[in-house]
């Protein structure tokens, strides 16, 4: 299949190239240059006025998550909880995201029904459970509550365990059920009922564990950070990614950027919450620590920024909120400018999944994930925050998900 006369956005070269053509077969881009001015063909997409780019990646979603209410979510059965992801899914491939890695409560189930085309929606990378200490992030207990059920096949975010070699066997069990990642709760969170968004979880030496056994295992470590203390740790400690990262400061940032550490803001999360979390099943007693972060992520952002940190984009919605999720572009927008942005929804992300030169970046060889949008995304990456209106054509794994 091939698009004609198209505008190809070139987001390694921060450029947009009139009058190309970009060509693949199944799910690789086998040809992509100047358009020769030969007539359509039977099949052909005319490209003419409209913009081609990869498509996005979202670093940072929970598509088992059912509201903000996590505990809630967690009684639920399997089923119920896997129907709604098939739905959620799916509205997220339509809304040009065709990767996404799960931070907490997917599995290698999703996955492979995804890759098997069983039902629709993003290249999904996953950690399943995310590891917590007791009294940490994916603790959910209210403090009234002492039962915790650990199988792996009940809902919910994380799984409790405390020491070295608890962790350890953590880590195992959850590459061998499929993780490509594994997920550490390393500070206090907005939805989690008995810590501190600023207190620091685990220790050096869980930490330790959790990242020599993911390296042993071909994996790596991705961190849930807010305070500069946990941010600092999980960088000396060998964590990869450091998702939100609100409290970061300048000599955190600094620290991230020399080890070559990836931060995943979450702007958008934090928005949606603050207008309307109670809605969604936020616990009224969760304003504060909403506060306390809410406020600081795009101070942040342009922190990391200028340090050099590499950042990709995430967006951390639950449930309902999802259909949010690409206003993360209008808010991005304020802190960076569009070819950042753009970067860090297409080549960062790819360099975080380990997928640089396939995915993120359209090119001989690579997937065939596009995107054909009626403004250029390079001039301004807001057009983007309204799929509905700017989004004309979504190809994922080479099929056409979306034409309007």
């Given amino acids: ?6 505008s190809l956005v070139d987001v390694a070269r921060r450029t947009t190239v009139p009058d190309q053509l970009v060509e693949w077969d199944g799910d690789r881009v086998v040809a992509l240059g100047p358009d020769d001015g030969s007539g359509l063909q039977a099949g052909d997409v005319d490209g003419r ?3 081609a780019l990869p498509g996005l990646i979202d670093c940072h979603v929970h598509v088992t998550s059912l509201s903000a209410d996590e505990w809630a979510d967690s009684g639920h059965r399997a089923s119920y909880v896997a129907a709604h992801a098939v739905r959620a899914l799916g509205e997220m491939v339509r ?3 065709t990767t996404a890695r799960d931070a907490g409560g997917a599995d290698a189930g999703l996955t492979r029904a995804l890759d098997e085309g069983v039902i629709p929606g993003p290249r999904l990378f996953t950690c399943g459970k995310a590891l917590s200490q007791t009294a940490g992030h994916a603790d959910l207990r209210p403090r009234g509550r002492e039962l915790w059920d650990p199988h792996p096949d009940v809902p919910g975010i994380g799984r409790i365990v405390d020491g070295a070699d608890e962790v350890r066997r953590a880590v195992r069990e959850q590459a061998r ?16 009922p008995t810590d501190r968004v600023d207190g620091v979880q685990f220790s050096d030496a869980e930490i330790t564990a959790a990242v020599e056994e993911a390296d042993r295992l071909g994996i790596y470590c991705a961190g849930h950070a ?3 203390t946990a941010v600092r740790r999980a960088v000396e400690l060998g964590v990869r990614t450091i998702e939100h990262g609100n409290l970061v400061e300048a000599a955190d940032a600094q620290l991230m950027a020399a080890a070559g550490t990836f931060l995943v803001p979450t702007l958008s999360a934090y928005a949606v919450l603050g207008e309307r979390g109670t809605e969604f099943g936020l616990p009224a007693d969760r304003a504060d620590k909403l506060a306390a972060v809410a406020g600081r992520g795009a101070e942040a952002l342009r922190t990391a920024a200028a340090a050099g940190v590499r950042i990709a984009l995430g967006t951390d919605l639950l449930g309902p909120m999802a259909d949010q999720q690409n206003r993360e572009f209008a808010l991005r927008a304020q802190v960076q400018d569009s070819w950042d942005v753009l970067s860090s929804a297409t080549l960062v992300g790819a360099e975080l999944l380990g997928e640089t030169g396939r995915l993120g970046v359209l090119a001989p060889g690579s997937a065939a994930d596009l995107l054909l949008c009626r403004a250029d995304p390079g001039s301004d990456v807001r057009v983007l925050a309204d799929p509905e209106q700017s989004l004309a054509l979504v190809v994922s794994r080479g099929e056409v998900v979306l034409s309007r």
Avoid: D
């Fill in 1 to 6: 299949m091939r698009i004609r006369s198209v």
């Fill in 49 to 51: 006025g409209l913009f």
């Fill in 95 to 97: 809304r040009g995201f």
């Fill in 177 to 192: 059920r499929g993780a490509s990642f594994i997920k550490l709760m390393l500070s206090g969170g907005i939805t989690s």
């Fill in 226 to 228: 807010y305070a500069g």
